[in-house]
Nanobody, 117 residues
Framework: QVQLVSSGGGLVQPGGSLRLSCAAS????????IGWFRQAPGKEREGVSC??????YYADSVKGRFTISRDSAENTVYLQMNSLKPEDTAVYYC????????????WGQGTQVTVSS
């Protein structure tokens, strides 16, 4: 059974850090692209970062603050988020696809990230 489970969200003060995890089961992450997306209240879902075949992409809004990485042994992709800002508040989702640009994606459940003092 293919499954993606995301975790690691929470409440953090501005300037703080969180690490999100996206654990896969039923397939091997190494063979697919894994992307992180987020959706804030009242806004459209946006891509945050993606890793595929050794290539990594970031949205301009998170460059220099977020780092995506893959642990093959754990079959897990991480999103390290530093210097968090209130505008980073959103539900974060991970998704897998054939490539970072594929429209067909398999989604995990979301994890809430709230940046507030």
């Amino acid at each position: 059974q293919v499954q993606l489970v995301s975790s690691g969200g929470g409440l953090v003060q501005p300037g703080g850090s969180l690490r999100l995890s996206c654990a896969a089961s039923g397939f091997t992450l190494d063979y697919y692209a894994i992307g992180w997306f987020r959706q804030a209240p009242g806004k459209e879902r946006e891509g945050v970062s993606c890793i595929s075949d050794g290539r990594i992409y970031y949205a301009d809004s998170v460059k220099g603050r977020f780092t995506i990485s893959r642990d093959s042994a754990e079959n897990t992709v991480y999103l390290q988020m530093n210097s968090l800002k209130p505008e980073d508040t959103a539900v974060y989702y991970c998704a897998t696809s054939a490539s970072c640009w594929s429209r067909d994606k398999y989604w995990g459940q979301g994890t809430q990230v709230t940046v507030s003092s």
